[in-house]
Each structure stands twice: as C-alpha cells, then as structure tokens.
C-alpha cells in the first residue's frame, strides 16, 4: 500500500486527503532525549481503539520532516526498520477509523505539505463543519481556489485545514505560529489536532472541546495525547488538558499557551460512555467510573427480577458491574470476545459471515443455560447487533433475555468527528422504546435517561453536548446539511455490524 515503495514521504510529496469524516487518536512528542518515533508507536498503540484502518507517524530532526504511513493497525504498519527510518526529536502520530469507501492510503494521517515557512505535517480528530465557509473565504480574500488546489474531490476538512495553514509565500517573514493564530479563530466544529514544523510541536482543540487532548511531562520533554491512558503508556506524566480555544506551542524554549477563541465547553458525553477507554480521564472525571455510575444509575431506572448480569464486552463491562452492585444481582462473564479481532481486510466466507457476531462473541452455555439474563450495552444504533445477541442468548438456553442500556436512544447524527449512521437508519429514530424491544426480541429494554447518564458523569449538562440523543447542537451544523434526513450516510464508528 505504501507509495514509492516504502512508504517513507519527504515534504516533496503532498497526498490530498478525501474521504469522509472520522474520529481518530493523535500523539505528539517534543524531547530532546527519547527515541520520539518509538515512543510515539506506543502512544498510538495505546490510542487504537481510537482508529483501526490507518496509522501514521511523521519525525523531525530539526530540519528535515519525513512521514511514513499505512493502512492497518499500528502493529500491522510499523515494524523495527521503518521506527529506525524516522529519526529527530520532534515527531506526530494518527490513527484513523475511516469509514467504508474511504479506506484509502491516500486519507491516510498525518498529511504532509509545504508551508510559506517550511514543511507542516498535521494529525486531526474530529469535523470541522464550515468548510464551505472557510473556501469562500479564502477565495475572496486571497484570491485561493482550495478546492482546485486539492482536486475534486478532495476537498475534505483536514486538507482544507493543512492547506490554510500553509501561509502566504509572499510574506517576508513566514511563521507557522501567526498563520495558525490567523486560521484556528476561523474554524467551526470539532478539532483536537497536533502538528509540526521542523522545530516545533503544535497542539490545538476547538473552543467546545468535543474530543479530549492532554499535556503530558517527559523527562527531557513534552507529549500530547488524545487521552490520558496514552501518557501513562509511555511514562508521560499528566499536566493539563488542552484548554477548548487553546494552542499550545511546544519546542526548545518550553510550552507556551495561546488563546485563539473564548471557550464555551461542549465536551462530548459519547466518550465516557463509549469512545475513551476506561483507564483514561476527561475534564477530571475517570471514565470507567462515568461508566460504571451509569450501571448504577441504570439499575435505579431500570430493575428487573433476573439471576445474572452480563457485560457486552469490553465497552458494556464497567456499566454491567454498577448495575449488578446497585441491583444486588449477580454479576458474571457470559459472553467471550474474541480480543484480536479488530478490523480485517480479509472477506469472511458467507459460513462465517452467516454467523456474525459470533466472529465477535460467543456465549458461554455454563453461564448462560436456564437462567433469566441482564445483558448490558452501551448504545443501540441500529439494532441488528442486540437483535443477534438476543436470538444467540436465547440460542444458549437462557431463560429470559433483559437489556439494559447505558445511554439514552441515539436519534440525531453526530457532525462532530463521529460517524453513527444516517437518522433514518437509527433505530430509535421512528420506533417507540416498545417497538424497539419488540424489534430486537428482548424480553425487556431499558434505557438510562439523559439526566441519569449527565449525572453519571457529574459534569455540568451545559459543560457536554448531548446532541446525538437530543438534536439540540452547540453549534452549527455544515450548510446544507439535513438533520431530519442525515447527512452521513456512512458506516458507523466501530458498531459496524450494528
Ligand atoms: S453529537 Fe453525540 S457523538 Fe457527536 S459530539 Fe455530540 S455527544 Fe458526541
């Protein structure tokens, strides 16, 4: 897959990106005594439930950026030669969840381009939803066709974002700090990015703060993550998180802070109920603790006469212990997952794929045989996944099949950096709770309300967005986008088969 045979990129090669939105994980390191490459494989490693189909890691040596990247894990992309290829103390890792028909080396993460001040590589999480916007601006202030200059059809919010950044070739004194303090303030939507020149590190988060990025403190220098957990991976010590609004600029004069818009805090609740891992910590409140309160808060809405409680591994876990502490119930392990399984290439045959989720989970009849079940999960998208659930539980002799939700029904699409499904293919967008038990052959559903998971948060409600479940957004959705209809009519994160 690797272009010119090894993948390796200098600044000469600027792949346009295409494809639609994402949500990924981002990792940056500035220290003048680490092996950044290695470490920045680690923090990647530590983020890839963030993004399974592409990784990529760009290094600078103080004058020379080089990019190498691939589709397929960060394990499956990087092996001990292509780490020892990319040297320098600077270096920015990605790795992208793309969706269907996007799947490309090409929409690959970071990008690499030329600026008016040298070379920038950039590694974006999120959607920036005015990107019409931001072209006709463009085109009417400095005469720019960004969408000539990317190709049709490449237009998406990461090239347009590189391709802004890369400043003004007539300016006799360039500077990639100015530039961004020019373009940031410009940008709408959902935007945790990290990126680089040849001497420095870059770190910036949109004025909501819809996805998480932290500082983290290296003996010799500094690390930027996505989530917490990928700090503790590589021995990185917590300092702050990124402030919504903020950037941050990081090289050998330390880290300095810039404010390019006033926060208005609208962090998104879908990472404590299912996007971060559990080990990592959002705006001060540990996720598997969110997780677990909404088991409790679950059970308090929701009880039920059964004998056991089961998880849906691995998100349902947590969440399936608070509603087996708060219920009394008892909690058990009734369904395996098959922990390698991830995202492959390899087409199943139509045996296994008449199987489904059973690629996935396979239920353990000791456990599951006469007994009436809990099981519960953390969303409902479209329903097929709980459908098949059911109908295996049922399969494995349980008695009764209860299932408990831990986030209210998803109505509304996600126009910031997360990819459900169109609103029509949204189960509970037309269906009664009712019709959806009926529909997934439950013989019970509950779900959490939005109160009882805010609560399980305990963040303030008008700190998170919660559009997803309500269509009441905290900003504007991109023009010409249809809400009612949904406008994205792609896969969903990692409910693929959902
Ligand atoms: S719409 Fe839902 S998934 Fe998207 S940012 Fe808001 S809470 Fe998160």
């Known amino acids: 897959m690797a272009r010119g045979g090894d993948g390796l990129l200098t600044h000469e090669t600027f792949p346009g990106e295409k494809g639609p939105r994402d949500a990924c994980g981002v990792f940056g390191v500035w220290a003048s005594d680490e092996e950044v490459a290695r470490l920045t494989f680690f923090g990647l490693y530590a983020l890839q439930h963030r993004g399974q189909e592409s990784a990529g890691i760009a290094t600078s040596d103080?004058?020379?950026?080089?990019?190498?990247?691939?589709?397929?894990?960060?394990?499956?992309?990087?092996?001990?030669?292509?780490?020892?290829?990319?040297?320098?103390?600077?270096?920015?890792?990605?790795?992208?969840?793309?969706?269907?028909?996007?799947?490309?080396?090409?929409?690959?993460?970071?990008?690499?381009?030329?600026?008016?001040?040298?070379?920038?590589?950039?590694?974006?999480?999120?959607?920036?939803?005015?990107?019409?916007?931001?072209?006709?601006?463009?085109?009417?202030?400095?005469?720019?066709?960004?969408?000539?200059?990317?190709?049709?059809?490449?237009?998406?919010?990461?090239?347009?974002?590189?391709?802004?950044?890369?400043?003004?070739?007539?300016?006799?004194?360039?500077?990639?700090?100015?530039?961004?303090?020019?373009?940031?303030?410009?940008?709408?939507?959902?935007?945790?990015?990290?990126?680089?020149?040849?001497?420095?590190?870059?770190?910036?988060?949109?004025?909501?703060?819809?996805?998480?990025?932290?500082?983290?403190?290296?003996?010799?220098?500094?690390?930027?993550?996505?989530?917490?957990?990928?700090?503790?991976?590589?021995?990185?010590s917590f300092v702050r998180e990124i402030e919504p609004g903020e950037l941050l600029v990081i090289n050998e004069e330390g880290v300095r802070s810039h404010r390019f818009a006033e926060a208005t805090p609208a962090g998104c609740i879908f990472e404590y109920v299912y996007l971060a891992r559990p080990d990592t910590t959002i705006a001060g409140r540990n996720v598997n603790a969110a997780r677990t309160q909404m088991g409790r808060v679950l059970a308090r809405e929701h009880p039920v006469e059964a004998d056991i409680v089961i998880p849906t591994p691995d998100s349902g876990t947590p969440a399936a212990i608070g509603y087996a502490q708060a219920s009394g119930i008892k909690f058990a392990q009734g369904l395996v997952k098959n922990a390698y399984v991830g995202r492959t290439f390899i087409q199943p045959t139509q045996t296994i794929r008449q199987l489904g989720i059973r690629l996935k989970l396979n239920p353990l009849r000791e456990v599951i045989a006469g007994r009436r079940i809990v099981v519960v999960d953390d969303s409902i998208v479209r329903g097929n996944t709980q459908r098949a659930l059911?109908?295996?539980?049922?399969?494995?002799?349980?008695?009764?099949?209860?299932?408990?939700?831990?986030?209210?029904?998803?109505?509304?699409?996600?126009?910031?950096?997360?990819?459900?499904?169109?609103?029509?293919?949204?189960?509970?967008?037309?269906?009664?709770?009712?019709?959806?038990?009926?529909?997934?052959?439950?013989?019970?559903?509950?779900?959490?309300?939005?109160?009882?998971?805010?609560?399980?948060?305990?963040?303030?409600?008008?700190?998170?967005?919660?559009?997803?479940?309500?269509?009441?957004?905290?900003?504007?959705?991109?023009?010409?986008?249809?809400?009612?209809?949904?406008?994205?009519?792609?896969?969903?994160?990692?409910?693929?088969?959902?």
């Not at 990019?67 to 920015?92: C, N, R, W």
């Not at 960004?146 to 500077?175: F, M």
């Open 62 to 236: 103080g004058e020379k950026i080089l990019v190498y990247k691939d589709m397929g894990l960060v394990s499956q992309v990087f092996d001990e030669k292509t780490l020892s290829s990319l040297p320098g103390h600077i270096a920015l890792g990605h790795c992208r969840y793309a969706t269907t028909g996007a799947s490309t080396w090409e929409n690959a993460q970071p990008t690499l381009g030329p600026t008016a001040s040298g070379t920038l590589a950039l590694a974006h999480n999120g959607n920036l939803t005015n990107t019409r916007e931001l072209m006709a601006h463009e085109r009417e202030k400095y005469g720019t066709d960004l969408q000539g200059e990317l190709g049709r059809g490449s237009s998406t919010d990461t090239a347009i974002l590189s391709t802004l950044l890369r400043g003004d070739d007539t300016d006799p004194d360039p500077s990639l700090e100015r530039e961004a303090l020019r373009v940031l303030p410009m940008l709408d939507g959902a935007f945790s990015i990290a990126f680089i020149d040849e001497t420095t590190l870059y770190a910036a988060r949109d004025r909501f703060g819809f996805r998480p990025l932290v500082l983290g403190r290296l003996a010799s220098g500094w690390a930027v993550a996505s989530e917490t957990a990928a700090l503790d991976i590589v021995g990185a």
């Open 390 to 498: 059911v109908r295996m539980l049922r399969g494995a002799g349980a008695a009764e099949v209860h299932v408990r939700i831990s986030s209210p029904p998803v109505k509304w699409p996600c126009f910031f950096g997360i990819d459900f499904a169109t609103r029509a293919e949204l189960i509970a967008n037309g269906l009664t709770i009712e019709q959806i038990c009926a529909n997934i052959e439950a013989d019970s559903l509950g779900y959490i309300s939005l109160e009882g998971m805010i609560e399980a948060t305990a963040i303030a409600q008008d700190r998170l967005c919660v559009a997803c479940f309500t269509g009441d957004y905290p900003t504007r959705v991109p023009l010409g986008a249809n809400v009612h209809q949904g406008v994205l009519p792609l896969t969903p994160l990692t409910h693929e088969e959902d």
